[in-house]
Every structure is written in structure tokens, then in C-alpha cells.
T-cell receptor, first 112, second 117 residues
């Protein structure tokens, strides 16, 4: 079972920031938070991951709370092409838990 | 960046046929690859973990004799759906990460859409 919970859907206006929440209250100390997205009929695309510090790359920013029980993925300037299902996943980097377990994700709809 | 390629992108075949799907890591070596299946409007479900040079590890409920996995090199894993039936119609996706399932994120292929008539 997935160890994360996400709202089923959200929308935002094009050009605005999209803030996607994720709860992972049972995360273990050795588990990272990963975000992937899946555009219709394609394979998932890696976005970003982090352990406890906030992370930023060319696609997004990841904000992890101090207690690590929740996180937020931020797309700073959403475009129509960002419409997709976004998956928040916790994953340890070694051992049997290194596989990815996908939940239902959150469907982001970016409106013009 | 790390690129994973799947072939074919889609396949339509008759019931009872066996279908082979290839997953290649194009610019890195992967000792471990993963195979997922996704039914319409559902999330990805892990089917098996493919290990180079050894037997694959299958998830509970996945028939190893029906879904044959071969990982003969560090850049290629194949999934063969044997005697496919309409209920096997699905979107099959593979993933891999450099250095196996270690410190690097997994990267996914674009998937293979399998339709069994």
C-alpha cells in the first residue's frame, strides 16, 4: 500500500503557482519523498526528490515540513502542459523498500 | 539525463499469442529494472523486479509463468506475456535507475499499450 495520501484533484490558472500537497505521516527516517508525474498515455516522469531539506530544480520545488510528515510540490508558473497526474511517493534507497509504490496521485488541471 | 526506451509502443494481437516487450536503458547500465502494469483510470502496479543475471522477483498475485522476465544484459530487460488473453490488455511500463535501485531516481519508459483481441 502507498504510504502517502493526496487530494484526488486540484486546478490552477495558467501562469500561477501550483502547490500540490502530500501527507506521509508514517515516513521512516531512511525514506525519501519522491514526486513523479504522468501525462496521459505516457510513462511517469521524474520531477524531484528530497530527504528533509527543501529542494529545487528546473522543474519544481519541494518543501518538506520539519517533522517530515508532509510535503508540498510547487510548480512556480504552471502551464497547460503541466496538466497531469502527480504522484507523491516515499521510498528508501536500499533494500526491499527501494521499489516505488504508486498511490492514486493527484490530478492537476491547469486552466487557460 | 537517464533515458529508458521501450519497444514496441503498442501492439495488437490475437488471443493465445505470446508478446515480447523490450526495455532498454540507453545511456546507463542498470542491474535492476522494474515492470509495472496500469489498467485504465488506475495507478501503476508493480509486477516484478528484474535482476541482471538472476531470476526476477514477482509481486504477490503475479504469475511468473505467464509473465516471463529476462534480464540478460545491463541494458536490456524483456517481458514476455505468454498465451495472452483479453484480460491481459493493459499499459505495461518499465523503469530503471543507474546503479540499480540505489541512490538514483528511477526513470520510466514511455510504456507499451497491449491490446488482445
Amino acid at each position: 500500500d502507498a504510504k502517502t495520501t493526496q487530494p484526488p484533484s486540484m486546478d490552477c490558472a495558467e501562469g500561477r503557482a501550483a502547490n500540490l500537497p502530500c501527507n506521509h505521516s508514517t515516513i521512516s527516517g531512511n525514506e525519501y519523498v519522491y514526486w513523479y508525474r504522468q501525462i496521459h498515455s505516457q510513462g511517469p516522469q521524474y520531477i524531484i526528490h528530497g530527504l528533509k531539506n527543501n529542494e529545487t530544480n528546473e522543474m519544481a520545488s519541494l518543501i518538506i515540513t520539519e517533522d517530515r510528515k508532509s510535503s508540498t510540490l510547487i510548480l512556480p508558473h504552471a502551464t497547460l502542459r503541466d496538466t497531469a497526474v502527480y504522484y507523491c511517493i516515499v521510498r528508501a534507497h536500499t533494500g526491499a523498500n527501494s521499489k516505488l509504490t504508486f498511490g492514486k496521485g493527484i490530478t492537476l488541471s491547469v486552466r487557460p | 539525463g537517464a533515458v529508458v526506451s521501450q519497444h514496441p509502443s503498442w501492439v495488437i494481437c490475437k488471443s493465445g499469442t505470446s508478446v515480447k516487450i523490450e526495455c532498454r536503458s540507453l545511456d546507463f547500465q542498470a542491474t535492476t529494472m522494474f515492470w509495472y502494469r496500469q489498467f485504465p483510470k488506475q495507478s501503476l502496479m508493480l509486477m516484478a523486479t528484474s535482476n541482471e543475471g538472476s531470476k526476477a522477483t514477482y509481486e504477490q498475485g503475479v504469475e511468473k509463468d505467464k509473465f516471463l522476465i529476462n534480464h540478460a544484459s545491463l541494458t536490456l530487460s524483456t517481458l514476455t506475456v505468454t498465451s495472452a488473453h483479453p484480460e491481459d490488455s493493459s499499459f505495461y511500463i518499465c523503469s530503471a535507475s543507474p546503479n540499480g535501485a540505489g541512490t538514483q531516481p528511477q526513470h520510466f519508459g514511455d510504456g507499451t499499450r497491449l491490446s488482445i483481441l
